[in-house]
């Protein structure tokens, strides 16, 4: 049953709150009526409430925060990749939203809501059914129902009401948004809540007359991202990042240092360059020159095709070796040569080629190219179109494959044995490189818990939303568009925020504020003062929840530490007999002692710190 009733908070104002004043019944627990009948004041219990926490936990929970969200009660799996949030779990997503939401309100974006049903024929139209390729979920045909899927974003949805809508440059810039769940077929939802198959983001769309315009908007976005990851106390970094399957030209990652994360930022030591591994750039490798150039020698490698394999077999180094991998792009083969022990990255490839897609060769392809089986190929008279990495223009007396199946040749040098017509950054950045600046690069693990894009014309263009601009023209939008995974933020707060017994939350987005710990519940000077120390600091305009439970102290701190509100206080016979209760806060060892009176005023100095 809920009621609304009227309270005077300490200031002296009023005001109205829905509160629950009665719980499930036939359950031990201590007196929950002080106040007379008619005056019933109700309290945030936890007999009353609904915190499941456990010791025990999956064995595939391995990061933090799956583990710790599991333990305290917060979510529970009902299916790989989907979650229920529990209410202790389901109170911080909406503190999160809340913050998302009044940041995006704050930026000047506009909120609607879009339907995660989907006609496919909308992402027919963007041509971005098969670059989603599984991730996008469809449903089946029905009768009265065909060719429907689950939104995994909705650049399709928000194109689609612009171009319904919006007709003229007067009408822009505007920014819509929504908070909304997403689908995406994840092929391995894991860690907790960080990946999942169904996930809430915050999405927001820019649409500008032009290329200012669209920078405006972004910077706009930009700015409020950095103050919910701030208010969220999320310590977070905007690295460069690749654009991928969305196109456009520019975009900005937000990474939270962590090893649950699945990225990697490579950033300068001198902390001036930061981005994503897949994006990042990377100071030419130096020519260190070579004595001698040696002459070409074929060597019998028979059933040696890989770096590893081959380097062994001939002591040699991997750096020592050039790898030829052979793509097929446009109906062509595509060569790319790379050092041994470099990598390479197949977004810079297609980009250096001018393709818009390439595949790894099959066997027969190889075998065509190269007259090789797998594993011999090697860029001395081959003919075909060759991209070989900077890195390799520098390479002296190098190993490589024979394009003769089980032989290698070694004493290959660039220019003189093969000539490098084509050369460019088609790797990932590894270690011993330097950052475009020369400043050597460390490379740490990282969570993406957000994303902001400048889209440009990609959708629009393709789903003809023109508007007429100042001279009566007819002219695509411009867009942008700007992803927060607001679960993701929760968790990632979690993986930056705990220790050995649990979650430490950042007060902003804390289940509550103040957790009232009383010991020896039977006695009533103690639930009498825990009461009145309740009702004081919740009508001070704080969160609290007051353990009630009839458990030993030692349970009832352990699960105060594992749910991680940020202040505590304790409350037993002992210390009243003191003239005290303890304060502790979640992050700190220490506890302080007050009188109840006293201990009002400090909470709050610590609340709203
Ligand atoms: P990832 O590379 O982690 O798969 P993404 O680049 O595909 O993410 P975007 O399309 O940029 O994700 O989505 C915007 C934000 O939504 C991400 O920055 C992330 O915070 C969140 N997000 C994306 N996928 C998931 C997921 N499967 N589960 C939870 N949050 C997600
Ligand atoms: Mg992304």
């Not at 064995?59 to 990061?63: E, L």
């Not at 962590?258 to 699945?262: K, P």
């Given at each position: 049953m809920r009621r609304t009733y009227r309270i005077a908070d300490g200031a002296g104002s009023v005001k109205s709150q829905a509160r629950r004043?009665?719980?499930?019944?036939g359950r031990k627990r201590a007196p929950l009526h002080s106040g007379s009948a008619g005056s019933i004041p109700s309290r945030m219990l936890w007999t009353d409430y609904f915190i499941p926490t456990t010791k025990e936990v999956p064995?595939?929970?391995?990061?933090p925060s799956h583990r710790l969200m599991l333990r305290a009660g917060m979510i529970r799996q009902i299916t790989a990749g989907a979650y229920a949030y529990l209410p202790l779990g389901y109170r911080v997503l909406q503190k999160v939203t809340a913050i998302v939401r009044e940041e995006m309100n704050r930026a000047g974006a506009v909120e609607l809501h879009m339907p995660a049903l989907h006609p496919v024929e909308l992402w027919q139209e963007s041509g971005r059914v098969e670059a989603m390729g599984d991730t996008l979920i469809h449903l089946p045909d029905q009768p009265w129902r065909k060719g429907t899927v689950l939104g995994p974003t909705h650049e399709e949805i928000i194109t689609e009401i612009a171009r319904a809508y919006l007709h003229s440059y007067?009408?822009?810039?505007v920014t819509l948004y929504q908070i909304q769940t997403k689908f995406r077929d994840e092929e391995r939802p894991k860690s907790g809540v960080l990946r999942t198959r169904e996930f809430l983001m915050k999405d927001a769309y820019s649409f500008d007359i032009d290329e200012a315009g669209l920078d405006e908007s972004y910077s706009r976005m930009y700015a409020a991202y950095c103050r919910i990851y701030e208010r969220c106390g999320l310590p977070y970094r905007p690295v460069e990042a690749e654009s991928g399957a969305m196109g456009g030209s520019s975009s900005t990652e937000f990474m939270a240092v962590?090893?649950?994360?699945?990225d990697i930022m490579a950033r300068s030591e001198d902390g001036t360059y930061f981005a994503n591994l897949e994006r990042a750039e990377m100071a030419p490798l130096p020519d260190e020159g070579c004595d001698r150039q040696e002459a070409v020698e074929e060597i019998h490698t028979p059933g040696h095709s890989t770096i590893e394999q081959v380097s062994g077999l001939l002591g040699c180094r991997p750096q020592d070796m050039i790898k030829t991998i052979i793509y097929w792009a446009d109906e062509k083969a595509l060569v790319a040569l790379v050092r041994g022990d470099h990598t390479v990255n197949e977004i810079k490839l297609a980009k250096a080629a001018g393709v818009a897609s390439l595949e790894p060769a099959t066997p027969e392809q190889i075998l065509e190219v190269t007259g090789a089986e797998v594993g011999f190929a090697g860029p001395v008279g081959l003919k075909a179109r060759i991209i070989a990495d900077q890195a390799v223009t520098v390479m002296h007396n190098a190993v490589t494959g024979a394009n003769q199946t089980d032989y290698h040749i070694k004493g290959v040098n660039p220019g003189r044995d093969f000539q490098i017509t084509e050369s460019a950054d088609i790797r990932y950045a590894a270690e011993g490189d330097r950052a475009p600046n020369g400043s050597p690069f460390v490379f740490e693990k990282c969570l993406e818990v957000g994303h902001v894009f400048k889209l440009g014309t990609k959708y629009t263009v393709s789903m003809k939303a023109h508007v007429l601009d100042e001279n009566g023209k007819s002219v695509p939008m411009i867009m942008g568009c700007y992803g927060i995974g607001v679960n993701r933020i929760m968790a990632g707060v979690i993986e930056c925020c705990h220790d050995e017994a649990g979650i430490c939350w950042?007060?902003?987005?804390?289940?509550?504020?103040v957790l009232i710990v009383a010991l020896d519940t039977r006695e009533e000077q103690v639930m009498g003062t825990a009461r009145r120390l309740h009702d004081e600091l919740e009508a001070r305009g704080m969160e609290v929840l007051l353990d009630?439970?009839?458990?030993?102290p030692g349970f009832k701190f352990k699960d105060a530490d594992l749910i991680g509100i940020p202040v505590r206080i304790t409350i037993g016979k002992r210390g009243l007999a003191d003239g005290v209760v303890e304060l502790k806060r979640r992050t700190d060892d220490e506890v302080a002692r007050f009188s109840p009176d006293d201990v009002v005023e400090r909470i709050l100095a610590i609340v709203n710190e």
């Open positions: 004043i009665d719980g499930p019944g064995a595939d929970a391995v990061v007067k009408q822009l810039p962590s090893d649950a994360g699945e950042p007060v902003s987005i804390a289940p509550f504020h009630d439970r009839d458990a030993r």
